[in-house]
């Protein structure tokens, strides 16, 4: 069955660290690929996105993230983190062509950010 | 904006009990779902709209009916609430694209079922 895993659960960081949470997804054929954040008491919403082109993806609020076709990996990436950082993420992957139903999210990971 | 609207933040309910969630967006998006979240198994997809009066099966739809009578709302029913339906449900838009487009999420609606 089609999956997506996220492997880290919890992640817990100081100011300033660098961050990568890893997404890795069992889809065969071409993907769409996202990162959605819910940051606390708010709504889900979109980080960054992946469809075609150039396999490193900018985002909003300094983060990346890198579509590795033969890993079946889409790394998130923050150089340097800040205590506002503090959310769960979520990474979601469709195969090109199937319909939007078809979105798969992860289970989540919920990074916490120490001051 | 994009402004995907939950009719409740927070509801407790009894067992037994239908309910009704509702959404409505304003952006004119032919996509519109319903999932629940909860702790460490992410978003699961219930129930699906491509169009009005259009409706597909999720991963999970047993124990929910959905209705779209306009292409603004979609609401999720409980027709008969369990506790096991204790959760977190987001609802989102979408407008069309092949493999999915972004999806734009609702506040959500934390749903108690005594």
């Known amino acids: 069955a089609q999956s997506v895993s996220q492997h880290n659960h919890h992640v817990i960081l100081s100011e300033a660290a660098s961050l990568e949470l890893g997404c890795n997804y069992s889809?065969?054929?071409?993907?769409?690929l996202f990162w959605y954040v819910q940051y606390p008491g708010q709504h889900l919403q979109l980080l960054l996105k992946y469809f075609s082109g150039d396999p490193l993806v900018k985002g909003i609020k300094g983060f990346e993230a890198e579509f590795i076709k033969s890993k079946f990996s889409f790394n998130l990436r923050k150089p340097s983190v800040q205590w506002s950082d503090t959310a769960e993420y979520f990474c979601a992957v469709t195969t090109r062509y199937s319909s939007a139903s078809k979105i798969i999210f992860g289970s989540g990971t919920r990074l916490s950010i120490r001051p | 904006d994009v402004k995907v609207t939950q009719s409740s933040r927070y509801l407790v309910k009894r067992t037994g009990e239908k309910v009704f969630l509702e959404c409505v967006q304003d952006m004119d998006h032919e996509n519109m779902f319903w999932y629940r979240q909860d702790p460490g198994l992410g978003l699961r997809l219930i129930y699906f709209?491509?169009?009005?009066?259009?409706?597909e099966k999720g991963d999970i739809p047993e124990g929910y009916s959905v209705s779209r009578e306009k292409k603004e709302r979609f609401s999720l029913i409980l027709e008969s609430a369990s506790t096991n339906q204790t959760s977190m449900y987001l609802c989102?838009?979408?407008?069309?694209?092949?493999?999915?487009?972004?999806?734009?999420f609702g506040p959500g609606t934390r749903l108690t079922v005594l």
């Open positions: 989102a838009s979408s407008p069309p694209g092949q493999g999915g487009n972004e999806q734009f």
């Open positions: 889809y065969g054929g071409t993907v769409n």
């Open positions: 709209s491509y169009d009005v009066k259009m409706k």
